[in-house]
């Protein structure tokens, strides 16, 4: 967590420079294009070390990574880290490096440690990922009609955001749910779906809603042979996928009716029971947990949205994307 206490730090200059006494209005401080993905996510320019780069945008992600192939043509000087973090494929190796500059818009940040790989970019003009150790320090707003990811400082009236309609919106409450291993630190939210209640995470960083296998088992009964079920389009040859079509999505006052939502078995538990002996994953006092939400909250259903996320408020604040 070393990692983020220092940005906060940072970048608490910038936030600095244009607080004032609360007041309800808006105080915006960098509006960002939005690049659509072919995938489905979007990515955000970015300035290191005074060269502009893409990152893909990911709410679910904790620390902001660039990658290793980027690192090498910037002649950064990586190292090895202690980070514990996994992902869908198990556990995720990351090192780090010190960055002179990084800019947001015109929020910049100096000498701060920049995680380092972590994920593939090869074939995609994706250079890194944008994570919560960045994103928190600001309030969000995604705006995909008009294709702009905004910044705003946390300091305002409260629930007196959304500023782009004069219709009804939505405040969906979260929590963050972390654990002892600092991989686990997501927006979660609590859903319905065909009247089974769960807990799902906010991820722009996933191109599709899913169901993690062993939530569909307990929760629906379903497996790949139940009626409904068809492959998915994500299915590998190493991690089988599927999908059904459910009767309706219940989150907050918002209803996604027949939604396409993918199963997907993945290797968080395995990697993490691999890396962790018996007496420090099931010790009740000391023991490391690992907590996953059964539901991914992803990009098909967030890009229907106007999104606000206030980050001190702990509430999201939606519309329809193309409302007025």
């Known amino acids: 967590m070393r990692i983020q206490s220092i940005l906060a730090a940072l970048f608490a200059v910038a936030l600095t420079s244009v607080a004032r006494a ?5 105080a915006q401080m960098a509006s960002l294009d939005m690049t659509m993905l072919p995938d489905g996510k979007f990515a955000v320019p970015v300035s290191i070390n005074g060269t502009e780069h893409k990152f893909m945008v990911d709410t679910a992600g904790i620390f902001s990574r660039l990658a290793e192939s980027s690192a090498q ?17 198990g556990k995720i190796h990351m090192a780090s490096a010190d960055i002179e500059s990084f800019k947001l818009g015109n929020n910049e940040a100096k000498h701060f440690h920049l995680g380092i790989g972590g994920f593939d970019s090869r074939g995609s003009d994706v250079d890194g990922i944008l994570s919560q150790d960045l ?7 995604f705006d995909f009609a008009a294709k702009k990811m905004n910044l705003f400082s946390p300091e ?24 002892a291993v600092n991989a686990i630190q997501h927006i979660d939210m609590d859903i319905s779906l065909d009247d089974q209640n769960l807990t799902t995470d906010f991820d722009t960083g996933s191109p599709s809603t899913w169901l993690r296998y062993k939530a569909a088992e307990r929760s629906f009964g379903l497996d790949q042979n139940s009626p409904g079920v068809t492959n998915s389009p994500l ?33 968080f538990d395995e990697a993490f029971k691999h890396e962790h002996s018996e007496k420090s994953r099931d010790d009740p006092i000391y023991g490391s947990v690992m907590n996953m939400e059964p539901l991914t909250f992803g990009m098909d259903v967030i890009s229907r949205l ?6 001190k408020e702990h509430k999201i604040y939606v519309t329809a994307a193309d409302a007025h």
């Open 135 to 141: 994103l928190t320090l600001f309030d969000i707003e």
């Open 306 to 311: 106007h999104t606000y996320i206030s980050f």
């Open 156 to 179: 305002h009236c409260l629930g007196k955001v959304v500023y782009w309609t004069r219709s009804g919106y939505a405040e969906l409450p979260f929590h963050f749910t972390s654990g």
């Open 73 to 89: 043509k910037l002649s950064l000087k990586t190292a090895p880290t202690g980070i514990e973090l996994y992902g869908v494929g």
């Open 22 to 26: 609360e007041t309800c209005s808006l």
């Open 235 to 267: 299915s590998t040859k190493d991690q089988p996928a599927f999908r059904k079509q459910f009767g309706l999505l219940k989150i907050g006052g918002v209803e996604v009716r027949n939604p396409v939502i993918d199963i997907i078995p993945d290797h």
